[in-house]
């Protein structure tokens, strides 16, 4: 998986409050101005059965499930957004002073969604490493 972006930022608050506020995915358009709604099912705080649909101001929806869940520190979830495979780590760490900081990482996912017959054409070509593919080639 190739790293797209990694944010990271201090929380003046406890890591268990901390913690809470980032599993109440329905609430992150509050803070997070490019999105619209978070619709998690089923309905709740994430929780290692979760699935996700965002949808963001530009109009456009990812859909994502959770793919890993350590509670109270980290949750991983995977989807797609357009005809691109991503994932998303969220972990919630304290250092040896007591700070608390939430790390959000985004990362290109192995997994390819198709999102019809146009999208399927537009999917990168597999690297030397991927393992084959069926489908139609890649437009060049």
Known sequence: MKRLL????????AAERVWAELVEAERWPRWARHLRSVQVTP??????????????????????SVTEFQDGRRFRWEGSFLWLGLGYDHLVTTDE???VSV???R????????????CQHLRPQPGPRDPPTAGP????
């Open 43 to 64: 309905p709740g705080p994430i929780g290692a059965a979760s699935s996700a649909t965002l949808r963001l101001t530009n109009h456009t929806t990812a859909t994502v």
């Open 137 to 140: 080639p890649a437009i060049t």
């Open 97 to 99: 002073t007591g700070r």
């Open 107 to 118: 990362h290109r996912s192995r997994r390819q969604h198709d999102r019809g017959p146009l």
């Open 103 to 105: 790390t959000v990482q």
């Open 6 to 13: 990694e944010r990271s930022f201090v929380v003046e608050a």
